[in-house]
């Protein structure tokens, strides 16, 4: 099935006496391996998507599965678990922790995963090596042992790429990744995505640019709470 699969979203925020309905019915598929950029003005309803793609909020009304599991109703610590396991975040502002080094940042995700009958030990290491692994990923495996304050904004966002994908999540959903980043480091990481996506990773990306967005496949456009346009909204047959 899609991994992203929402009908029907409403969203609704109420302060005081007054509500605003910031999703007036979003209805949007996507498939594994797609490469989706999401657009639109400011106010028009992007990080209210974004927030209830990531499971970090709640429709009002609608319904919404990822990656299977339909999310609408459950709790927040059971939407906190489905959250961990199948959101790989990547902020425009990085969102490292300062004292910790990019291999304990790229850890981070993989805090709570142990293995049936494997010692505490084991597990630690199992997820260092695969914090080293994901870092190499990125062209950084160097830079493991340093702290965030001691890279370049490009290279910390790259940490952050890795830190999305080590837990092999479902969605890999980026917002503004590159609104922070001169001309040089954008072109790494837009690089990057590229890779992720070349390797069958599904990405959703959150941009107000048009280079940006060019680079991926499929473009929805929102406006005032509704999708104004989308590119692929029809599905297309899965490349296998
Ligand atoms: P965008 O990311 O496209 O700028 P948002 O999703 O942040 O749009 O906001 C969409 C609309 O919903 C805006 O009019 C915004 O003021 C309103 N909104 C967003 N979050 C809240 C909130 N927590 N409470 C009240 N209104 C909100
Ligand atoms: P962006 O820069 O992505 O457009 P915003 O500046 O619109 O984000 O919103 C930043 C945060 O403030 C978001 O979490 C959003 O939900 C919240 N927010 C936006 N508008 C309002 C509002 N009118 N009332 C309360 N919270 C809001």
New binding site residues.
Partial sequence: GPVIDLVDARKT?T?GAIT?EALRGVTLRIDRGEYVAIMGP??SG???LM?ILGCLDVLTSGSYALAGHDVADLDEEDLADIRNREVGFVFQQFHLLPSLSAKGNVMLPLTYRQNPGQSARAARRAREEAAVRALDRVGLADKAPNRPGQMSGGQQQRVAVARALVGEPALILA??PTGNLDSSSTDDVLALFDELHASGRTVVLITHEDEVASRAARVVRVRDGLIAEDTGARSFPTAV
């Fill in positions: 925020y302060t605003f400011s106010g992007k990080s209210t927030n917002d503004e």
